[in-house]
């Protein structure tokens, strides 16, 4: 049986702020609704292994998650951070640091890692997918365009792979493309299936 054919017994709900997010999980065909928005104090330990952060960062969103999960419920977290080197880049706060991060993201290799939370009242299961994306030498004039054309404040590592930057920019990629745009949505239905194979009878 096919993994969205399983998930009808299950009210999927998607707790994320990301509009691509929640485009990759419907082009996967698995149906969802939309949690509503909660607030979730996204701060980590300062000693936390960068590799650690995304996934520290999910299980701390589903734990925020307000309401008490019902039997047929299935919560998705999820949490996108850009590595280089051994520091986590976050949003810019403004167009001037969107252009600084750019910057050191021109010519050299970078990880993007995410971690998924999924949760039932029942069980719980955290993991972590990463991709290693390389940049080509951008020009001054590639990050200005960039930055005053697109919307790099909302992105983690100031960039959107499926927008403009991403095919002028971007050399190689060795990892999932989409694990890059914030849901590694091969790996994502890996453990779905694995996840709900092991729930108690009652959710089948």
């Known amino acids: 049986m096919l993994l969205h054919n399983k998930l009808r017994e299950f009210d999927v709900v998607l ?8 485009e990759l999980l419907r082009a996967a065909g698995i149906e969802y609704r939309l949690a509503s928005k909660f607030e979730c104090d996204e701060s980590y330990p300062a000693t936390l292994p ?5 996934p520290y960062l999910s299980k701390l969103k ?8 019902r039997y047929n419920e299935l919560l998705i977290t999820a949490d996108t951070v850009v590595v280089l080197g051994n520091e986590v880049l976050g949003k810019p706060k403004d167009a001037a640091e969107a252009r600084e991060i750019l ?7 970078h990880s993007v890692i995410t971690g998924v939370t999924l949760r039932t009242a029942e069980r719980e299961h955290t993991f972590a997918s990463r991709s290693t994306v390389r940049f080509a030498e951008l020009s001054r004039e590639q990050i200005d365009y960039y930055v005053d054309n697109y ?3 909302d992105k983690a ?5 499926q927008e403009w930057i991403g ?3 971007i050399e190689s990629i060795n990892g999932s493309f989409y694990n890059v745009m914030g ?14 194979e092991q729930l108690p009878s009652c959710y089948m």
């Open 157 to 161: 590592g100031a960039y959107g792979i």
């Open 151 to 153: 919307s790099p404040m």
């Open 167 to 169: 095919y002028v920019g």
């Open 103 to 109: 910057g050191r993201l021109s010519g050299a290799e």
């Open 183 to 196: 849901l590694p949505v091969q790996r994502l239905c890996r453990e779905l299936e694995a996840f709900i």
């Open 62 to 69: 589903s734990h925020a998650y307000p309401e008490q999960l």
């Open 50 to 54: 960068c590799q650690e952060v995304a």
């Open 15 to 22: 707790a994320s702020a990301s509009p691509r997010r929640r």
